[in-house]
Nanobody, 120 residues
Framework: QVQLVESGGGLVQAGGSLNLSCAAS????????MGWYRQAPGNQRELVAT???????NYADSVKGRFTISRDNAKRTVYLRMNSLKSEDTAVYYC??????????????WGQGTQVTVSS
């Protein structure tokens, strides 16, 4: 099976920075797109940033210029560097990856989530 394990969440003051990481493990043939999503209380889960296997990135407008997504294909890991954090960034952050266990169909996987709390 496949597992995504996130780390790096926590409590930070507004204006501060945090780094999140998410490592994939298991019977993996190939990892396609990877990304980060977040969900605040009472809100739907929303896209934060995605990155293709080749390194092309996409960001939500709300985090452009403050967050940076990157990945290390050899380590099967995706990262999220979050700068200039705001109270509205407070949420549970989830890692997402499209992973193929063989040469055919890829499936979508989610991590367990990591809490990010920004105090104002």
């Amino acid at each position: 099976q496949v597992q995504l394990v996130e780390s790096g969440g926590g409590l930070v003051q507004a204006g501060g920075s945090l780094n999140l990481s998410c490592a994939a493990s298991g019977s993996i043939f190939r990892i396609n797109d990877m990304g980060w999503y977040r969900q605040a209380p009472g809100n739907q889960r929303e896209l934060v940033a995605t990155i293709t296997r080749g390194g092309s990135t996409n960001y939500a407008d709300s985090v452009k210029g403050r967050f940076t997504i990157s990945r290390d294909n050899a380590k099967r890991t995706v990262y999220l560097r979050m700068n200039s954090l705001k109270s509205e960034d407070t949420a549970v952050y989830y890692c997402n990856a499209e992973i193929a266990m063989g040469v055919l169909k890829a499936n979508n996987y989610w991590g367990q989530g990591t809490q990010v709390t920004v105090s104002s």
